[in-house]
Nanobody
């Protein structure tokens, strides 16, 4: 499966952005999808994940209550709605897919999108 992440941009603190991860492939509905992010000079961090069915989601503590992950398997797309953005949310955001259950460890994911940059100014 091939992934393409888009929707990043620049926003002021307190604002919102919606990221999308579009996938190719007819079996996308069998894949769990996660979002990760990497800030300049820092390691890649888990942000959120959603099961293949969409029934189960998981969030990093740092984004819980502010970000919402969802998916539309008919459109082969996973979304990340980001509200109440903070400067510390500034990073390149990547989506990743894994056939089966989701994990918080990036090493578990076989497929990655190219990343979309999010900048939050104070």
């Amino acid at each position: 499966v091939q992934l393409q992440a888009f929707g990043g941009g620049s926003v002021q603190a307190g604002g919102s952005l919606s990221l999308s991860c579009a996938a190719s492939g007819r079996t996308f509905s069998r894949y769990s999808v996660a979002w990760f992010r990497q800030a300049p000079g820092k390691e890649r961090d888990f942000v959120s994940a959603i099961s293949w069915s969409g029934d189960s989601t998981h969030y990093a503590n740092s984004v819980k209550g502010r970000f919402t992950i969802s998916r539309d398997n008919a459109k082969n797309t996973v979304y990340l709605q980001m509200n109440s953005l903070k400067p510390e949310d500034t990073a390149v955001y990547y989506c990743a897919a894994h056939q089966g259950r989701y994990y918080t460890a990036g090493a578990r994911y076989n497929y990655w999108g190219q990343g979309t940059e999010v900048t939050v100014s104070s």
